[in-house]
């Protein structure tokens, strides 16, 4: 069951880097805008972060790095947390609490900093 559950999460995301690829945010409307910001005018968390990803498969880093400096520690996280995946299963509240606070976090940091 794990191994079909890995291999949708991957062919999801190999799905998804195509379709970000061939179709990047910044010249095809059809992606849904982020609702947080439509109705705060603020930045969330992911605000950035689907055309920095598209950014990133094109290979403009800075760009990327421009439209949410902090994807590519998230990005490092995220590796991490595959990586050691069943140490932190024993851990899962304080991973999940450490993730929730670097969102917040960072968040803040974005709007406080301006980035």
């Given at each position: 069951m794990k191994r079909i559950l890995h291999g949708v999460s991957f062919l999801a995301a190999a799905i998804a880097a195509t379709m970000l690829y061939r179709f990047p945010p910044d010249r095809y409307a059809f992606y849904p805008p982020c609702p947080f910001h439509a109705f705060t005018g603020w930045?969330?968390?992911?605000?950035?972060?689907?055309?920095?990803?598209?950014?990133?498969?094109?290979?403009?880093?800075?760009?990327?790095?421009?439209?949410?400096?902090?994807?590519?520690?998230?990005?490092?996280?995220?590796?991490?947390?595959?990586?050691?995946?069943?140490r932190i299963q024993r851990h899962e509240t304080v991973t999940v609490v450490g993730l929730v606070c670097?969102?917040?976090?960072?968040?803040?940091?974005?709007?406080?900093?301006?980035?």
């Open positions: 930045d969330c968390p992911g605000c950035g972060t689907t055309r920095a990803i598209a950014a990133m498969l094109h290979g403009d880093l800075l760009r990327a790095f421009s439209l949410n400096p902090l994807l590519p520690l998230f990005m490092l996280i995220l590796c991490l947390t595959w990586l050691f995946r069943e670097f969102v917040v976090l960072s968040t803040a940091a974005r709007h406080l900093l301006h980035f």
